[in-house]
T-cell receptor, first 117, second 114 residues
Framework: NAGVMQNPRHLVRRRGQEARLRCSPM?????VYWYRQLPEEGLKFMVY????????ESGMPKERFSAEFPKEGPSILRIQQVVRGDSAAYFC???????????????FGPGTRLTVT | AQSVTQLGSHVSVSEGALVLLRCNYS??????LFWYVQYPNQGLQLLLK??????LVKGINGFEAEFKKSETSFHLTKPSAHMSDAAEYFC????????????FGSGTRLLVRP
């Protein structure tokens, strides 16, 4: 049973470009969560999605960031017009409906390390 | 706002020695608590979790943690360190209002000396 998949693992973008990060949840998981880890810090919640629905995006920056989880295909975290401060590791987690959303039990992917030059 | 404090960004132990990684949380009600381990260039792996059952929780790889409400602590221990335990360890608490939202500490890097 494959775990949570994220690609690319490493992404380099110049300031002003767009970054697209992909996350494929574990088989049977319909809930996806995105977290950001800045250097020397813990992970910070960004957004919680179910298929075709954004449940909670309270941790997303107000501008330039968006996320989706379409009916078919992976979840996408999109960052427009990247700036140096966006350099971080972005982790995706997934869960079945109850254990993740109620008990907080989530399974994490390996992360995408974004570097903005 | 809830928070998690991990004392010591780096902890160094000898192989075979006791491992103790500290975690304190702030919450007005007993939360769900988690310890995750992150090996280099990998994602976070759940070590163990506390969800209001037994206060002493056993996890994978010989780790355990004890929930102490009076001290608002959830320290992680292992009786005998192994070289393969070298990694970064994160304590997390579920948000009171939205339990799917995990609040993480800043992590403790465990170094194991031969």
């Amino acid at each position: 049973n494959a775990g949570v998949m994220q690609n690319p693992r490493h992404l380099v973008r110049r300031r002003g470009q767009e970054a697209r990060l992909r996350c494929s949840p574990m088989k049977g998981h319909s809930h996806v969560y995105w977290y950001r880890q800045l250097p020397e810090e813990g992970l910070k919640f960004m957004v919680y999605l179910q298929k075709e629905n954004i449940i909670d995006e309270s941790g997303m920056p107000k501008e330039r960031f968006s996320a989706e989880f379409p009916k078919e295909g992976p979840s996408i975290l999109r960052i427009q017009q990247v700036v140096r401060g966006d350099s971080a590791a972005y982790f995706c987690a997934s869960s079945p409906p109850y254990s993740g959303s109620v008990l907080g039990e989530q399974y994490f992917g390996p992360g995408t390390r974004l570097t903005v030059t | 706002a809830q928070s998690v404090t991990q004392l010591g960004s780096h902890v160094s132990v000898s192989e075979g020695a006791l491992v103790l990684l500290r975690c304190n949380y702030s919450s007005s009600v007993p939360p769900y608590l988690f310890w995750y381990v992150q090996y280099p260039n990998q994602g976070l792996q759940l070590l163990l979790k506390y969800t209001s059952a037994a206060t002493l929780v056993k996890g994978i790889n010989g780790f355990e943690a004890e929930f102490k409400k009076s001290e608002t602590s959830f320290h992680l221990t292992k009786p005998s360190a192994h070289m393969s335990d070298a990694a970064e360890y994160f304590c997390a608490v579920s948000d009171q209002g939205s339990s799917y939202k995990l609040i993480f500490g800043s992590g403790t890097r465990l170094l194991v000396r031969p």
